[in-house]
């Protein structure tokens, strides 16, 4: 199982308060293969910025002390980092005002962690700083076009699908839980396991078209993308 990356590993710096987000966030990023660095506040934010040196910063704007548009201003003053501001305002007027001040892409809370992952790959692309597929056996996820294939064949996917195996193309070789795939897929605050049950059986369908089982059930824990491995299924 092998994923293409640039030579250089990407290096993200991520600015959130929440800390149990915070965690989610770095743990998720961490797993496309990129060099997190994390901080609560702004407080040291000139500092990381020259000692980490980031190709990108996910920033908080509503952050204690010094807000997220003070330090997007500091970031495009002093570095050539590109920014993904994350928020609670929904409205029109913030996001235009979060794109005027520089930055790269703007998110709003709650999201699912899929559509995270999808917009850092697709900046840090722009930048130069990723590869645009993740490779899993003989299944692609490009994320760049939002394809899939497997086995040089396309997958006819809907959206959701595309994320959930996006995120166990990510996760290739762990086992990951419900909760983990309901917290990265559809927004931290889902709590219908169904749903995940019904659409591993739909994408596991879909995927079999092509070749044997690769999408696996540990059962009482989760479920794994994994070409070469044996798993016992449901």
């Not at 987000?21 to 901080?39: E, F, M, N």
Request: charged share 25%.
């Amino acid at each position: 199982m092998t994923e293409r990356r640039p030579a250089a590993t990407p290096r993200i710096l991520v600015i959130e308060d929440n800390e149990t987000l915070r965690l989610s966030v770095s743990t998720a990023i961490a797993d496309l293969g990129a060099d997190v660095r994390s901080d609560a506040d702004g407080s040291a934010f000139e500092a990381a910025l020259a000692n980490h040196r980031p190709h990108l910063v996910v920033l908080d704007i509503m952050l204690p002390g010094r807000d997220g548009l003070e330090l997007l201003r500091v970031a495009r003053r002093s570095s050539d980092a590109a920014v993904l501001m994350l928020t609670a305002r929904d409205s029109v007027s913030d996001r235009v005002t979060g794109l005027t001040a520089g930055a790269d892409d703007y998110l709003v809370k709650p999201f699912a962690m899929a559509e995270l992952l999808a917009r850092v790959t697709a900046v840090l692309r722009r930048h130069g700083a990723v590869a645009t597929s993740i490779e899993c056996g003989d299944v692609s996820v490009d994320t760049e076009s939002g394809d899939a294939s497997r086995g040089g064949n396309a997958l006819n996917l809907t959206a959701t699908e595309w994320k959930l195996l996006s995120y166990l193309a990510a996760q290739r070789g762990r086992t990951v839980s419900k909760t983990q795939i309901l917290t990265q897929v559809w927004g931290y605050d889902a709590y219908d396991e169904n749903l995940v049950e019904v659409h591993i059986s739909a994408l596991r369908r879909k995927l079999e078209e092509f070749g044997p089982r690769i999408l696996h059930t540990r059962r009482g824990i989760g479920y794994v993308l994994a070409a070469d491995t044996v798993s016992p299924t449901t």
